[in-house]
T-cell receptor, first 118, second 116 residues
Framework: AQKVTQAQTEISVVEKEDVTLDCVYE???????LFWYKQPPSGELVFLIR??????QNEISGRYSWNFQKSTSSFNFTITASQVVDSAVYFC???????????????FGKGTLLTVNP | NAGVTQTPKFQVLKTGQSMTLQCAQD?????MSWYRQDPGMGLRLIHY???????DQGEVPNGYNVSRSTTEDFPLRLLSAAPSQTSVYFC???????????????FGPGTRLTVL
């Protein structure tokens, strides 16, 4: 079973539409971290947000907002009033203890390709 | 600071050739790691290191070797390249392995490798 599931492989919207990218994770740890990264067409990975398992407060940063719900193991990402520059692949990732509890491992979802059309 | 640098940016190899992907960071980070990115697969951890002289395997280590002789450098070696190793490779570093609120993982720009 996947540790991090991004069920939406591709999403296409028109500029100014709101769009939500879904992320469902699976872990047995009580302490873990969730991340979102953006990979624009240029290929680099851009860190967007980190959230630890004890902080369920939703966060807003400009047009970006994140909804963390432990009850449903979800960490969804919403872009409000999307712009063409938001076109990218977005990855959700989970960091949990690995190797018998001595190290942390970052597991990525398969990514969602978001295309924002003018 | 240059952050995390990777060389080369692009490489084409023939099956059976060997090569080393270079990764360096100037942030005095203890934790460094290598990922490969394949279409529809996300990023998968190949090897990681928690400090100079200490390395361990990730999710997909077969066909790759690593060593960490200095804090700054973490090269990835392909001893006998295979077409299945065609991928984009990312190196990453962070202050420590624990993903605390002040411990962001920085990624390099990636190396696109093609094995014919």
């Amino acid at each position: 079973a996947q540790k991090v599931t991004q069920a939406q492989t591709e999403i296409s919207v028109v500029e100014k539409e709101d769009v939500t990218l879904d992320c469902v994770y699976e872990t047995r740890d009580t302490t873990y971290y969730l991340f979102w990264y953006k990979q624009p067409p240029s290929g680099e990975l851009v860190f967007l947000i980190r959230r630890n398992s004890f902080d369920e407060q939703n966060e807003i940063s400009g047009r970006y907002s994140w909804n963390f719900q432990k009850s449903t193991s979800s960490f969804n990402f919403t872009i409000t009033a999307s712009q063409v520059v938001d076109s990218a692949v977005y990855f959700c990732a989970l960091s949990e203890l690995y190797s018998g509890g001595s190290n942390y491992k970052l597991t990525f979802g398969k990514g969602t390709l978001l295309t924002v059309n003018p | 600071n240059a952050g995390v640098t990777q060389t080369p940016k692009f490489q084409v190899l023939k099956t059976g050739q060997s090569m080393t992907l270079q990764c360096a960071q100037d942030m005095n980070h203890e934790y460094m790691s290598w990922y490969r990115q394949d279409p529809g697969m996300g990023l998968r951890l190949i090897h990681y290191s928690v400090g100079a002289g200490i390395t361990d395997q990730g999710e997909v280590p077969n066909g790759y070797n690593v060593s960490r002789s200095t804090t700054e450098d973490f090269p990835l070696r392909l001893l006998s390249a295979a077409p299945s190793q065609t991928s984009v490779y990312f190196c990453a570093s962070s202050y420590s392995i624990q993903p605390s609120s002040y411990n962001e993982q920085f990624f390099g720009p990636g190396t696109r490798l093609t094995v014919l």
